[in-house]
């Protein structure tokens, strides 16, 4: 529902009067003002926008509508009035404010219900001291055991934060309530409190704090060995960033005799003290249900999530060379030490926001959200774990050298090195808030025939660092990421010998826009189909064969990107003799220190179910310089494809629902380009006289143009 007409309640005209003005002066009740104080959901965004447009102070703005409600004032609902307030308190003195909470605890609270909330005051409500540390650490603490992931993540990065900006005392505190089982005043008390995940998570801060700065955790080292070493708490995760944590003090410590006896310590966390079993056992973690007649079900019962059952708990029983439901029996027995009445992982005295983001499957180990009972099952899998390694073998049913290692990384971070993803994640380019077409919009075709992708080869080309038709200091040779306006673009890049570039291309050239592509290394293509003993196209840039997240991919500053990030291939890095820069590879130098390869990877992640959004990206950078010294050398040309595609919601063609276009250049080792603009037609014949498979086989075209011979055409 609009506010204003929109030919006024647009930010087309500057010239109107401001909307605040608007408000203001009407003499009487003005149906857009009652819109302010509607029951829907969208009355805060319309103030919002109607303060955006008008430029005017929230509570000047308030202050207009009510003058312009007159005695409709009386009918604003308590949700409105609260967005009133929500506008206005910026202009409010700490008096003021606090001379509002008095009238209204003076004048309601006798009216409020005894079991409303956490019910009438009680003096464990008190906060201990009145020192701003102790409000930031409980806080913390009840943010470490949110239910959405993506809050305990935003909790850790805050305490790594603090301790980076000199405010390592809320380490003490966090560390003196660790073993509570609840946020104390800052919970709901009527709603069950994930301590699990708060130990969890704030040792997950704590592992990466002492990587980082071993001198601030050193005074906790007792705490944390307490922690690493407790046989009574024997969670596999827990002792596993306990002891990382450990590991990082020990490095740090001046005594070499006891940093040898705390290794020593540490060489025996989360491993077995048994050799693998040798012979093979029956494997009977297959039915989990195949429980023994004479063996009861715990009582009373807790019932495990199938997919749970199916991708962790049996996974586990295989460990051990143990049946499911032996696993999940020693399960409800940590699980009642906690809860005596949760009875099954969907329990939870939560309103549910659906069941998407509460799954455990074989892509999704840990849910975006959990639930009170999800939370107890999941840390009574890693203490059951722990337990079992301190009591029975590995089993030797497995090939894999070490199944034990191999279950428990799968619960870990994403790298074996206790970096997080959101360290590999970088900014976003700043270039990219420029649409690529301006005046687009995302997903939509503009009203003037504005076109959805550049239709010229200077648009496109652009996208990559060309300055016109020549080099710059530095190119995109590989990338994929979305703009600002909707539009996806992608670039990949071979080498070519110079006689068999222009070939590459063109069979590139004749295929459907949308189905252009270059390979990378990575990409299972088979480069000795094209005969020769020296293939005339060779792949130069790669990715990670190892991306999927796990513990941390729910890290709301973390790219999905992070991971495999596009990087120039062991060939490429031999020749010209370049050394990574850092951990995530985001930077290859040459001898002389000088960077030939950046490669960048951000995004940002929202939304949830089908409104879930993934605005990711990546892209390899070269030096204009280290290319053409490298194709010199090599005798070589370089393939470069830019496509850019939009997809469209109306789009009207037969063609699909996407607008694509795409560009195709050789860069010579002169630092010549030559760009493909048409397709000559002896290359199509070459194309039709092959059959409808392999027209759309890269290799067969690319052979059918070469035996054509065929000449530029540019």
Not at 135 to 159: D, F, K, M, N, P
Not at 170 to 175: A, D, E, F, I, T
Not at 546 to 558: A, K, M, N
Not at 599 to 617: I, Q, V
Request: one cysteine or more; aromatic letters at 10%; hydrophobic letters at 40%.
């Amino acid at each position: 529902m609009p506010v204003l007409p929109p030919s006024r309640f647009s930010p087309q005209q500057p010239d109107g009067p401001p909307a605040a003005s608007i408000v203001c002066s009407v003499p009487r009740r003005d149906v857009r003002a009652l819109n302010l104080i509607g029951t829907s959901w969208e009355v805060s965004y319309e103030l919002r926008e109607l303060q955006e447009l008008s430029q005017a102070r929230g509570v000047d703005l308030v202050a207009a509508i009510i003058r312009a409600l007159r005695d409709e004032v009386l009918n604003v609902r308590s949700a409105t009035w609260l967005a009133f307030a929500n506008l206005s308190v910026g202009a409010a003195s700490p008096a003021a404010i606090g001379a509002a909470l008095e009238r209204f605890v003076s004048s309601s609270a006798g009216d409020l219900p005894e079991d409303l909330g956490d019910g009438p005051w009680r003096t464990d409500f008190a906060i201990s001291g009145e020192e701003p540390e102790e409000v930031v650490a409980g806080l913390l603490w009840l943010r470490l055991g949110a239910l959405e992931a993506r809050e305990r993540w935003r909790a850790s990065h805050t305490i790594r934060r603090l301790v980076e900006l000199g405010c390592a005392d809320v380490l003490s505190r966090l560390m003196r309530i660790f073993e509570s089982r609840s946020a104390g005043p800052f919970q709901d008390r009527s709603l069950p409190f994930f301590f699990l995940h708060v130990r969890l998570w704030f040792l997950i801060g704590l592992a990466r704090i002492a990587q980082d700065q071993p001198s601030t955790l050193l005074p906790f080292r007792q705490e944390v060995a307490a922690i690493a070493f407790n046989p009574e708490f024997p969670h596999a995760v827990i002792r596993h960033f306990a002891g990382a944590a450990l590991r990082w003090l020990a490095a740090s410590l001046d005594d070499t005799t006891e940093r040898e006896v705390l290794l020593k310590r540490l060489s025996l966390v989360n491993v077995s003290p048994f050799p693998r079993a040798k012979e093979r056992q029956p494997d009977r973690s297959a039915n989990p249900w195949a429980r023994p007649d004479d063996v009861p079900e715990p009582d009373p019962p807790f019932r495990f999530d199938y997919d749970f059952t199916r991708y962790q708990v049996e996974d586990l029983a295989r460990v051990f060379g143990y049946a499911a439901w032996q696993v999940k029996d020693a399960c409800v027995a940590w699980i009642r030490g906690w809860s005596g009445s949760v009875r099954s992982m969907h329990d939870c005295p939560r309103a549910a926001r659906g069941f998407d983001r509460n799954r455990y499957d074989r892509w999704s180990l840990h849910p975006e959200r959990d639930r009170c009972g999800g939370h107890l099952a999941w840390h009574a899998l890693m203490l059951t774990a722990g337990q079992f390694l301190a009591q029975r073998p590995v089993s030797g049913n497995s090939w894999e050298e070490d199944l034990w290692q191999s279950w428990i990384a799968g619960e870990l971070l994403s790298r074996a090195d206790g970096l997080w993803l959101a360290d590999g994640t970088d900014r976003f380019p700043p270039e990219l808030r420029h649409p690529v077409v301006e005046g687009n919009r995302p997903g939509e075709v503009g009203e003037r025939e504005m076109p959805a992708v550049p239709s010229d080869p200077g648009g496109l080309s652009a996208l990559v660092g060309l300055k016109g038709e020549a080099l710059g200091a530095q190119l995109i040779v590989d990338g994929s990421w979305p703009s600002t306006d909707g539009i996806d673009v992608t670039v990949r890049s071979v080498l070519a010998d110079p006689q068999a570039g222009y070939y590459v291309a063109l069979a590139v050239a004749v295929a459907k826009p949308f189905f252009q592509w270059l390979p990378r290394e990575d990409d299972h293509f088979d480069w000795q189909k094209l005969g020769d003993a020296r293939s005339p196209i060779r792949a130069w840039t790669t990715t990670s064969p190892h991306s999927d997240r796990q513990l941390d991919r729910h890290d709301p500053y973390t790219a999905s990107t992070a991971l495999n990030r596009p990087r120039p291939t062991d060939m490429i890095t031999g020749a010209l003799d370049l050394v990574v820069g850092d951990p995530f590879t985001r930077v290859w130098r040459d001898p002389a220190g000088k960077p030939a390869f950046y490669a960048e990877a951000w995004g940002a992640t929202g939304g949830t179910g089908e409104y879930a959004w993934d605005k990711s990206g990546f892209r390899l950078i070269c030096r204009a310089k280290t290319l053409l010294t490298f194709l010199e050398a090599q005798d070589a040309c370089l393939v470069l494809l830019v496509k850019a595609q939009k997809y469209l919601k109306d789009a009207g063609t037969t063609d699909g629902k996407f607008a694509v276009s795409t560009l195709l250049m050789t860069i010579m080792p002169s630092g010549g380009i030559e760009f493909v603009l048409q397709i000559p037609d002896n290359a199509r014949t070459a194309i039709e006289t092959l059959g409808r498979d392999e027209q759309h086989d890269f290799v067969r075209r690319f052979e059918a143009i070469r035996l054509a011979a065929i000449e530029r055409s540019i």
